[in-house]
């Protein structure tokens, strides 16, 4: 089958490994790509979030599937526009992806089954927001309502700064995103990301990672788009796992379905769990990135016949075969991220460094230029290794970091410290 996958970031380049490997992968090409997915796919220049040019190219090029990675061309309706014209996608509609689009949308969802997540208000106005703040006090956390590319959520440890948040959000920080307001308690917890499959009614967890979103060593310092992660993630027990699926994820579904909007596609659910109890913190309506990376090589070849089965909605029929292994990703970001950094430096090393199912290195930001791979973006490589256990996981992925010379990259030396320690 012909294959188009939408994206060029490492969670693009994970797909593409994993879907290439399947046997029943005759072509693939990715839009945008990047330097180390055009090792394996062809990258085609197409803009993503545009429906109607998604839907030309895909017709010309005879593609059978199409697999959307991030957020924005789901919200822009590329999934809505590929369905109209019978072309299987994988991923949600539109009106399915207010899901992550509007956290206002999700948070009266969560009201309307009982889906257990932090209390909040919803604001459009500066004043009353800032009243309720000082009312609640701090810790407590301020959201732009809409998509802000991951920086639209402010955990604020005091009042001033949550205040400071309102300021920036209805000051036009965030453009639209941040014309409503959402308004949370702070839940305290341990986090972890649960992925699942769903076609509308049918839901299949396809595996549990934990992401590390700090920027430095022992989670300080700013948010970013996450550091490195590992799969899967113990806390996500068994029982935790069923409270997520029947409290959460199986009554939201419904909720959509019963409301005219099922979802098709993967539900990334992120959680915060506090004595064996789960609760919603957001959905994502993708695969998380770098959780996706880890996943993937956790997967392997399967994730094509799983992929196509949610896209088919034939998610009944099939099952995911699990090894019992672990997988860690490191991720090595440019100098200064997630503040301004230097683009263009070089990256050298790539080529001596294993590349099979138990090790790759994923490419996010970086492009081919001249015979050289150069960095490109803020978060750069995914180092990313697979083990019997996280402990020889981590090793792997650390032996393979040290490999890479790029004097201009840095990363975190302590993904998956919590559950080391443990
Ligand atoms: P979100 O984009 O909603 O995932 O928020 C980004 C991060 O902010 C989450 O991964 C959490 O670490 C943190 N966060 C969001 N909402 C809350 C909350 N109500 N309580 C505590 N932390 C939160
Ligand atoms: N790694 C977090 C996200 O993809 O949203």
Redesign the pocket.
Known sequence: MNILILGGGGREHALAWAVSQNPKCDKLIVAPGNAGIAQIATCATLNAEDPAAVVQFAEAEAIDLVIIGPEAPLAAGVADRLREAQIPVFGPNAAAARLEASKSFTKEICDAVGAPTAAYARFTDAEPAKAYIREQGAPIVVKADGLAA?KGVIVAMEVDEALAAIDDMFGGAFGAAGAEVVIEEFMTGEEA?FFVLVDGEDVLPVGTAQ?H?RVGEGDTGPNT??MG?YSPAPIMDASVTDKALEEIVRPTMAEMARRGMPYSGVL?VGLMIEDGQPRLVEY?V??????CQVLMLRLGAQALDLIQACAESRLSEVTVNWADDHAMTVVMAAEGYPGSYVKGTEIKGLDAIENDSMNVVFHAGTKAEGGKVLATGGRVLNVTARGESLQEARDRAYAMVDRVEWPEGFCRRDIGWRQLQR
């Open positions: 991951g990301s992401d979103k788009g996450g992660a990334y994502n993708r695969f998380g990135d770098p959780e």
